[in-house]
């Protein structure tokens, strides 16, 4: 299976599914981390373009940890747009790319606009991506693939329908988010938060809800088209 993760900036997958990014690739599937946004606007010390430099590498570092393929759009912080024409033919071209028979997001409530933005655009973009006759650089993929929402920041306001078991795989997302240094030192000093804690936490209190030591939680965008019988989480 392939599976096409997107996440609104670098770190974003880490913290909300990269347990099961990592379970994914440890039971042979292929996995695509895919960034809409750069990340240039994460931090205190450095400018615009130089922070972007480095998460773009802390990016590839971690997914090189998880084993998984790393793409990114590149939008500037703050602009994620799921009304940008630019933005919604980079992102079918995207989906096109990367093939998936399923798609992992962000759900549209989260705590800030670029997730918000980035889920609405997967969502849309994915279905447009189906059209032959909308053209791109790719030709259309064949199916319009599954929509599997991951978990919002904090878990708040997110209600998971299904867990995915990532015991064995903490070790591995806590190493993927620790590649992610400059956001590690970003978080603690703009939002007063050890990230590396707070994943555990949050990984400890899903896996509470459905009876493992460690777990993520996920809900499908159960829409038309979308919806199947098929268990597609590890
Ligand atoms: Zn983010």
Known sequence: MRVLAIGAHPDDLEILC??????YVAEGHEVVMATVANGDLGSFVHQ???????????????????????LTMGIPDGEVSAASPDQRRMMVDLVREARPDVLIT???DDYMTDHNQASQLVF?????ATLPLLETA??????????????TIAGLQFEPSEF????????TKLAML???RTQLEWLRDHD????????RTVARFRGLQCGVTYAEGFRPCNVWLRATTRRLLP
């Open 106 to 108: 962000h759900p549209p």
């Open 178 to 180: 620790a590649e992610h």
């Open 124 to 128: 849309e973009t994915s279905f447009l």
């Open 138 to 151: 790719r030709s259309h993929h064949p199916i319009v693939t599954p929509l599997i929402y991951m978990d």
């Open 164 to 171: 995915v078991d990532i015991t064995d795989h903490l070790d």
């Open 48 to 70: 615009r373009p130089e922070i972007a430099g480095l998460r773009a590498a802390e990016a590839r570092a971690s997914a090189a940890v998880a084993g998984a393929e790393h």
């Open 18 to 23: 990269g347990g099961t990014l990592a379970r």
């Open 192 to 199: 007063d938060v050890d990230m590396l804690e707070q994943l």
